[in-house]
């Protein structure tokens, strides 16, 4: 039985490659751009471009199983060449955003749940792992605090419960490994509600130095945000934000309700990644 793995340069993907090799099982890894892939020896790769149908037989030939990542792009081709080619379940790294109100409208939830309704009415057993926001969303603010700069927030005391990779990728090789997950969908998120006020403070504390935090308007955040994201989804994540300044963030399931093992904290990802905001 081979599994295919998609999004193979994301950093999920790349965990979950080497957690099932590490294993002994069958794996490969695919990409629209395989040759830029790094991966341990003896794992086969294969392209796989969603805008590509033509590709599709290939790379799922002999695959039993596949970790999905969520683009729509040539999604209903895909679901149909899986189906053809035997393929028995299909693991989506899907989204919590496709939870909320009006999902389908919405630019952060709109991409995972065109995929996870395509799935949905396949003839595939699926499971769709639905992370919150993760730990390393946290890698936005290191250019600014590796330069000393203060932290500019519409809404700093709105609180996350962030989630490690690392522990999205064991629960995706549980899916993908095990049978407690078969068919499930599952809202994931981290042990512990934090402010992103708070999770400065971690930040902070690891690296040793004050991290300044300043509040701003929301039309100064839209102003910033504008020079790397597109409008609807500056909207989008600031009424999220909005919403989650009124008070601690839900924690759904974890690595220890799912897997028996304790959760990774933010406070260890922040450990783990402290380079990531010093200057160099």
């Known amino acids: 039985m081979s599994i295919l793995v998609t999004g193979a340069r ?21 990409s629209a751009d395989p040759a830029a892939l790094t991966v341990p020896d003896g794992i086969e790769v294969a ?68 995929v996870e309704r395509a799935l949905a009415c396949s003839g595939l057993t699926c499971t769709f792992l639905r992370p919150d926001a993760f730990a390393s969303n946290s890698l936005g603010w290191a250019r600014p605090i590796s330069r000393s700069m203060p932290i500019r927030l519409a809404y700093p005391e709105a609180h996350i419960a962030p989630i490690h990779p690392e522990d999205i990728a064991d629960i995706a090789v549980e899916a993908l490994t095990g049978t407690s997950l078969t068919g499930r969908s599952v809202t994931l998120t981290g042990p512990e509600s934090l402010s992103f006020r708070e999770q400065l403070a971690v930040l902070a504390e690891t690296l040793g130095r004050e991290i300044p935090v300043e509040k701003i308007s929301r039309a100064e955040a839209e102003r910033q945000m504008a020079d790397y994201m597109p409008g609807p989804m500056i909207y989008s994540l600031l009424n999220l934000w909005e919403a989650a300044d009124r008070g601690p963030a839900a924690i759904a399931d974890t690595t220890h309700t799912l897997l028996g093992r304790p959760a990774r904290t933010f406070r260890q990802w922040a450990r783990e990644n402290a380079a990531a905001f010093i200057q160099r």
Request: no cysteine.
């Open 10 to 30: 994301g950093k999920v993907g790349r965990a979950v490659i080497g957690r099932l090799h590490s294993a002994g099982l069958t794996v490969r890894a695919a």
């Open 47 to 114: 392209e796989l471009a969603l805008g590509r149908p033509e590709g599709f037989g290939a790379a799922l030939r002999g695959v039993r199983q596949v970790f999905l990542y969520p683009e729509p792009a040539g999604i209903h081709e895909l679901v149909k060449a899986a189906e053809a080619a035997g393929v028995e379940h299909v693991v989506l790294l899907s989204s919590s955003s496709v939870l909320g109100p009006d999902a389908e409208n919405d630019p952060l939830a709109g991409h995972s749940l065109q």
